[in-house]
């Protein structure tokens, strides 16, 4: 190979690695959770992995080791041209795989209980219940307990159980926050629940990662993780806005958008969660609105 060929093949390489390693960095926030929940899932992704390399790591080790044992200049190797068949290599290519494809179906099963987003998490305190709301493109997420609402912007007292009802009120999405973990989709006309809970404070980024069209890109939000105290000022700030969401705000917000700041609501129009479920659904339509009152 001339020199002009290894410089094109180094270049080549770096390229590869640089793509790769790209594509995996906006998903390290996996390996770096910040709550329970995203810790025992980064256990789950991590013994996985493991698991899988005890095949990968050997059979990558013999094509190199075969390769030069096995080399037309080596008189030393054994040269056996009817070879067709050994039982202790047969024993290991069956047994190990079978052991691996066993420990993963029982740690999957396991997992998949005990990490379920419907189970609620057990704490002393008492959860905090958020209802989200996917939009074209941006997040409404209703505080039902606190009166308040907001635009692409989640806060959390840190500590705390929080209890998330999620709906779509455009095509189906996902919610995700990669730090807390547990990604669920949400869909129009159902809801899916889903329990999180973050033991650091910080800012952490979450977003739809199911394309949902045009403005798909920048369907994000920060999640803000803070002690309960800061919590209550927060509600405080919100409850000092302007701004009503009432079923007038909703229909202007239904309107696709892209890049939506931050938006605050010192009031929320009640069951307005449900009713974006249930408009959907004409059979419970008419139950709707009469809860909601005239002004549906």
């Avoid at 056996?80 to 290991?92: M, Q």
């Avoid at 179906?105 to 379920?116: A, D, M, Q």
């Avoid at 999180?196 to 798909?216: C, H, I, K, V």
């Avoid at 405080?236 to 609501?265: F, M």
Wanted: glycine share 6%; aromatic share 12%; hydrophobic share 40%.
């Amino acid at each position: 190979m001339t020199r002009s060929k290894y410089s094109y093949a180094t270049r080549l390489i770096t390229l590869c690695a640089v793509t790769i390693l790209g594509g995996c960095s906006s998903h390290m926030s996996l390996l770096d959770p910040k709550g329970p929940i995203g810790a025992d899932e980064k256990s789950v992704i991590i013994t996985a992995f493991g698991l899988m390399l005890i095949v990968v790591i050997p059979v990558f080790l013999m094509t190199f080791l075969f390769a030069w044992r096995y080399r037309a200049s080596n008189k030393k190797a054994t040269y056996a041209p009817k070879w067709s068949y050994s039982g202790k290599i047969e024993l290991v290519v069956w047994v190990v795989p079978a052991l691996i494809v066993i420990s993963l179906g029982v740690l999957v099963w396991r997992t998949t209980h005990e990490l379920s987003p419907y189970k609620p998490l057990v704490s002393h305190d008492k959860p905090v219940t958020i209802e989200a709301v996917s939009m074209d493109w941006k997040w409404l997420f209703i505080y039902p307990n606190q009166h308040i609402a907001t635009v692409n912007k989640l806060v959390l007292p840190t500590n705390v159980p929080v209890d998330f009802r999620i709906t779509s009120d455009t095509v189906m999405t996902s919610f995700f926050i990669p730090r807390l973990g547990s990604q669920i989709y949400a869909m129009a006309g159902m809801q899916t629940k889903l329990h999180l809970l973050a033991d650091q404070p910080g800012t952490y980024t979450g977003r739809n990662f199911q394309f949902s069209g045009r403005g798909f890109s920048s369907m994000d939000f920060k999640t803000v993780a803070t002690s309960q105290r800061k919590f209550q000022d927060w509600i405080r700030k919100v409850r000092q806005s302007k701004n009503r969401l009432d079923l007038a705000t909703l229909k202007k917000l239904e309107k696709p958008s892209e890049k939506n700041p931050v938006t605050y609501y010192a009031s929320v129009r009640p069951h307005l969660f449900d009713y974006i479920i249930h408009k959907y659904m004409s059979a419970n339509a008419d139950e709707v609105k009469t809860k909601l009152g005239k002004g549906a």
